[in-house]
């Protein structure tokens, strides 16, 4: 397997796994926190991994989008569990990739901290103390280079400065790095123009300018330590129209011209979305309004909008997965 690095100068585009906690709930497990599973159901997170991998996925995401000492003290554990979860997380995506016998790169997946941090805030009344949130980060960081992952992943991302202070932990690492916001709608009452921005007002603009700037990170521009830029999840619950892959291409249109705008030389991009808009059922299961025919239909205009990088996040499944695998291997 080529390193990860030389792939992305590879033509062929790449394929994401897919969502992961609505597979556990499929399953009916159902945790206060999902990198708990790491300890509690190995089992099921291999079978996950694996169902991915047999689908035609390029590249998995450890089960630790949750593992950090700030969430995992939530959940009744300490910082001092951080690494044992990180490692067995990484572990089950080499035991998945062991069983299904096909080499793909395992991606160290990085989540928010679980709550609003104090760089945005601008106190440590209402906000997380930044150092804190570097602390958490950086415990998990090292851990998942330690097990041997291939890039580190920053997903669902609703802080353009908490992901600064992220990938200043992560460039020390020397590992590849991915940065993936979570957007919603919005709308400029004046013009009318529709731009996508994260809780904290930020936009595809303001992280590029967040991670030149080099305020998190000792005045150095940082977003010459990113290879991949992009977006997942979405939280958009009324338009559909801005849900799903309507909302990855809409995004990663954005983001694309924000780059352009500044001059930057463009970077591979990445989009997993949401299956769509959730709603319950009369038994109050959540299911999602974009199937797989749905979703691998607008595959090419995502693919148009430059898009290298592509899978799915909550909702979507290793059906999906395989639609998109097919679809690309057709072409």
């Given at each position: 397997?080529?390193?990860?690095?030389?792939?992305?100068?590879?033509?062929?585009?790449?394929?994401?796994?897919?969502?992961?906690?609505?597979?556990?709930?499929?399953?009916?497990?159902?945790?206060?926190?999902?990198?708990?599973?790491?300890?509690?159901?190995?089992?099921?997170?291999?079978?996950?991994?694996?169902?991915?991998?047999?689908?035609?996925?390029?590249?998995?995401?450890?089960?630790?989008?949750?593992?950090?000492?700030?969430?995992?003290?939530?959940?009744?554990?300490?910082?001092?569990?951080?690494?044992?979860?990180?490692?067995?997380?990484?572990?089950?995506?080499?035991?998945?990739?062991?069983?299904?016998?096909?080499?793909?790169?395992?991606?160290?997946?990085?989540?928010?901290?679980?709550?609003?941090?104090?760089?945005?805030?601008?106190?440590?009344?209402?906000?997380?103390?930044?150092?804190?949130?570097?602390?958490?980060?950086?415990?998990?960081?090292?851990?998942?280079?330690?097990?041997?992952?291939?890039?580190?992943?920053?997903?669902?991302?609703?802080?353009?400065?908490?992901?600064?202070?992220?990938?200043?932990?992560?460039?020390?690492?020397?590992?590849?790095?991915?940065?993936?916001?979570?957007?919603?709608?919005?709308?400029?009452?004046?013009?009318?123009?529709?731009?996508?921005?994260?809780?904290?007002?930020?936009?595809?603009?303001?992280?590029?300018?967040?991670?030149s700037e080099g305020e998190f990170s000792d005045?150095?521009?940082?977003?010459?330590?990113?290879?991949?830029l992009g977006l997942n999840c979405g939280a958009?619950?009324?338009?559909?129209?801005?849900?799903?892959?309507?909302?990855?291409?809409?995004?990663?249109?954005?983001?694309?011209?924000?780059?352009?705008?500044?001059?930057?030389?463009?970077?591979?991009?990445?989009?997993?979305?949401n299956a769509g808009i959730p709603f319950l059922?009369?038994?109050?299961?959540?299911?999602?309004?974009?199937?797989?025919?749905?979703?691998?239909?607008?595959?090419?205009?995502?693919?148009?909008?430059?898009?290298?990088?592509?899978?799915?996040?909550?909702?979507?499944?290793?059906?999906?997965?395989?639609?998109?695998?097919?679809?690309?291997?057709?072409?």
């Amino acid at each position: 397997m080529k390193p990860f690095l030389d792939r992305l100068s590879d033509t062929k585009h790449m394929i994401y796994d897919g969502g992961f906690g609505s597979e556990l709930f499929a399953e009916g497990i159902e945790l206060t926190n999902s990198a708990l599973a790491n300890e509690q159901y190995p089992q099921a997170v291999v079978d996950v991994h694996a169902d991915y991998i047999e689908a035609g996925a390029d590249a998995i995401g450890t089960n630790t989008f949750v593992a950090s000492e700030l969430h995992l003290e939530m959940a009744g554990k300490s910082k001092s569990d951080v690494g044992s979860i990180v490692s067995s997380a990484v572990q089950h995506v080499k035991s998945a990739i062991d069983k299904i016998g096909k080499d793909v790169y395992i991606a160290g997946s990085i989540g928010p901290a679980p709550g609003a941090i104090e760089a945005d805030t601008g106190d440590t009344d209402f906000g997380i103390p930044n150092q804190a949130v570097r602390d958490a980060h950086k415990r998990v960081i090292y851990a998942l280079a330690e097990g041997g992952v291939h890039f580190l992943c920053l997903e669902t991302m609703f802080s353009a400065k908490e992901a600064a202070v992220v990938v200043d932990v992560a460039r020390k690492t020397g590992l590849p790095i991915a940065i993936n916001m979570t957007y919603k709608y919005t709308k400029d009452r004046k013009t009318g123009q529709i731009l996508y921005r994260t809780d904290w007002g930020h936009s595809a603009a303001d992280l590029l300018d967040i991670l030149s700037e080099g305020e998190f990170s000792d005045g150095d521009n940082i977003l010459d330590d990113v290879c991949i830029l992009g977006l997942n999840c979405g939280a958009e619950s009324r338009r559909s129209e801005h849900t799903g892959m309507p909302y990855a291409i809409s995004g990663i249109q954005q983001l694309s011209q924000a780059m352009k705008d500044r001059g930057i030389e463009p970077k591979k991009m990445m989009a997993y979305p949401n299956a769509g808009i959730p709603f319950l059922d009369k038994n109050h299961n959540t299911y999602y309004t974009q199937g797989p025919e749905e979703m691998v239909s607008d595959l090419d205009n995502l693919i148009s909008s430059g898009v290298y990088f592509i899978g799915g996040c909550c909702g979507t499944t290793p059906r999906h997965i395989e639609h998109f695998r097919r679809a690309l291997d057709a072409n």
